[in-house]
């Protein structure tokens, strides 16, 4: 992990932790447009003291960002490591996985992907870069069980991990959508192109 600039500054890690769950509590409560007014109010703050806490609002942002990641990747991980005997049951497992992650959190992946996203550079150069990193590491996985050679197992590992964020991103605005039927599409599409 990164020592952000308030912490150099002497903040303690602790008390950062203790403002990024309030920021999560309002933004679970409130939603992607949650208010840093109403998070430093959560937090028994006022908003500049809570950017103190994190350089400045892009801080706060960044610092989510890598907390709710990290858990998403560690989710992940396991399931990108399964053997490659049955690919279907891995893609079915790691969608699976991703799904259940933003569908029981989706007020904190709206906030990271759409309003962080949208409103700070630094945070969506920061996402995008997390997501490409997961595809590389999809690709590295790809190309290692023998699935395609090192070029294309890149080009797939990118190629699902987008596919799966976007469909996962248009799924959570439809809520109607049969979440087994979204799973097996996916995983259609995945075992399609690691057959060909």
Not at 26 to 51: F, H
Not at 76 to 83: D, M, T, Y
Not at 95 to 124: G, K, Q, V
């Amino acid at each position: 992990m990164t020592v952000g600039t308030a912490e150099r500054g002497g903040r303690s890690p602790e008390r950062r932790r203790e403002l990024l769950d309030a920021a999560d509590r309002v933004i679970r409560r409130e939603g992607p447009e949650a208010s840093m007014a109403a998070i430093a109010s959560e937090a028994g703050i006022t908003k500049p003291i809570l950017y103190r806490h994190f350089g400045d609002k892009s801080g706060l942002y960044q610092a989510l960002a890598e907390r709710h990641t990290r858990v998403v990747i560690e989710l992940l991980r396991p399931e990108f490591a399964k053997a490659m005997a049955d690919p279907r049951a891995r893609a079915r497992a790691t969608i699976s996985a991703y799904l259940d992650t933003i569908s029981a959190n989706p007020n904190l992946y709206r906030f990271l992907f759409h309003r962080a996203s949208a409103e700070d550079s630094r945070t969506h150069t920061q996402m995008a870069a997390i997501v490409r990193s997961v595809g590389v590491e999809l690709g590295s996985v790809l190309a290692e069980g023998g699935v395609a050679d090192p070029a294309r197992a890149q080009v797939l590992g990118h190629a699902f991990v987008g596919m799966v964020q976007a469909i996962g991103d248009w799924w959570l605005e439809n809520p109607g959508l049969d979440r087994d039927t979204v799973v097996d599409s996916l995983v259609d599409v995945i075992a399609g192109a690691l057959e060909a």
